[in-house]
Structure formats: structure tokens, C-alpha cells
T-cell receptor
Framework: AQSVTQLDSHVSVSEGTPVLLRCNYS??????LFWYVQHPNKGLQLLLK??????LVKGINGFEAEFKKSETSFHLTKPSAHMSDAAEYFC???????????FGGGTRLMVKP | GAVVSQHPSRVICKSGTSVKIECRSL??????MFWYRQFPKQSLMLMAT?????????EQGVEKDKFLINHASLTLSTLTVTSAHPEDSSFYIC?????????????FGPGTRLTVL
């Protein structure tokens, strides 16, 4: 069994300040972890994925995430927020049971000018 | 690369009619595609797994006779909502599975907004 918890349902930052979106997971297997972003009325876009090749993963648009097995975390960060980063972010785990995804509840990122 | 399209992007239909939604992987072949439903301000709910050349696998609670899935080719899966009712109004999102070296990755379509009057 696997589960994902996104610790904050809403995060608000000012433009130009750092972004931290928190994600904890549990899995009986060695997981693959993903972050997806969803803008309003759009599909999900893959930001980055962890596949055991490297614990620090760099993604698109300046985002990165670090896999910490001891903390069972996969937090998403960005050094400087941009207005266009305002969206819903989903942390997702894919386990050993085929390619089924387990989604976190989502975090809505708001960026203030 | 890894682009998935959906058509239509939004559709409005009358209660009792059927609606077909197409999901295409544009630059890769996908033996497996997935159909999700998303309610406002909620995460995605997996409805079914679509396998090319075989029957779809439906999640518990999803009526297979109501949500017909056909995966006729390696780049196309269709979801038909039969005899639609207002409670079927929702945002439907598909994904296509791309095999990778370390892991397979789902790439999502832009979604289809269905409104049943």
C-alpha cells in the first residue's frame, strides 16, 4: 500500500521569494515520485520525477525536489517564485503495483505581486 | 516530446445523450492509457485503465456500461459517457503511459469539461 500527504492545502508567497511545497509519502516498495502542476481548467504537466538515479531532482521552470528516504519526504522547492507559478501542485507516488499512481490532495500555490 | 491531446476540450450536452471523448498520444505509442475524473478543488480520481487491444479495467464503483472505453490503437483511447446525466458533469482527464529506463511516466492530456444539462 502507498499513500501521499501534502502537508499544506494552500501556500502563499510573494513574487521573488522562495517556494516550498511539502510532501510526505509511505510505500511498501521503492517508490517513484512525481510532482505535477495543474493550471486552472488544464491538464497536469510533469514538473519532475524521482526514479532512484539521483536524490536531488531538477525539473522544469526552475523547480527541484529532494528525495529523503529517512524522512519519507519529497518536498518541492524553487528559489524565486514567479506570478506564472500560481497553480495547483500534486505530489504523486507510483509503486510496485504496475503503474498506478497515488495522488496527494494537492497544494494551491498563490503568488502575490 | 510526450504530448497528449484530448478532444473536445469542453462539451455541453442534453441529459440522456452520449458523449465521446478522445485521448491521443501525439509523439509516442502508449499501450496503456488512463481515464480520470476530477471534481472541483479535488485531486484526480482514477476511473479506468485502458489497454490497447483488450478490455479496460475499471476501478471499484465505476460503471463500465456507462463509461465505455475503447483503446483501438497505440495512440488513441476513447471514453464514451452513455446516457449522460447532470451528475456526470465533471472534468475528465486522460493520461498515456510512456515506458522509461528507470520508471514509466504518465503524461496527461489537457482535460475535457463535460456539462450535462
Amino acid at each position: 500500500a502507498q499513500s501521499v500527504t501534502q502537508l499544506d492545502s494552500h501556500v502563499s508567497v510573494s513574487e521573488g521569494t522562495p517556494v516550498l511545497l511539502r510532501c510526505n509519502y509511505s510505500s511498501s516498495y521503492s517508490p517513484s515520485l512525481f510532482w505535477y502542476v495543474q493550471h486552472p481548467n488544464k491538464g497536469l504537466q510533469l514538473l519532475l520525477k524521482y526514479t532512484s538515479a539521483a536524490t536531488l531532482v531538477k525539473g522544469i521552470n526552475g523547480f527541484e525536489a529532494e528525495f529523503k528516504k529517512s524522512e519519507t519526504s519529497f518536498h518541492l522547492t524553487k528559489p524565486s517564485a514567479h506570478m506564472s507559478d500560481a497553480a495547483e501542485y500534486f505530489c504523486v507516488v507510483s509503486g510496485n503495483a504496475g503503474n498506478m499512481l497515488t495522488f496527494g490532495g494537492g497544494t494551491r500555490l498563490m503568488v502575490k505581486p | 516530446g510526450a504530448v497528449v491531446s484530448q478532444h473536445p476540450s469542453r462539451v455541453i450536452c442534453k441529459s440522456g445523450t452520449s458523449v465521446k471523448i478522445e485521448c491521443r498520444s501525439l509523439d509516442f505509442q502508449a499501450t496503456t492509457m488512463f481515464w480520470y475524473r476530477q471534481f472541483p478543488k479535488q485531486s484526480l480520481m482514477l476511473m479506468a485503465t485502458s489497454n490497447e487491444g483488450s478490455k479496460a479495467t475499471y476501478e471499484q464503483g465505476v460503471e463500465k456500461d456507462k463509461f465505455l472505453i475503447n483503446h483501438a490503437s497505440l495512440t488513441l483511447s476513447t471514453l464514451t459517457v452513455t446516457s449522460a446525466h447532470p451528475e456526470d458533469s465533471s472534468f475528465y482527464i486522460c493520461s498515456a503511459l510512456l515506458a522509461g529506463v528507470y520508471t514509466d511516466t504518465q503524461y496527461f492530456g489537457p482535460g475535457t469539461r463535460l456539462t450535462v444539462l
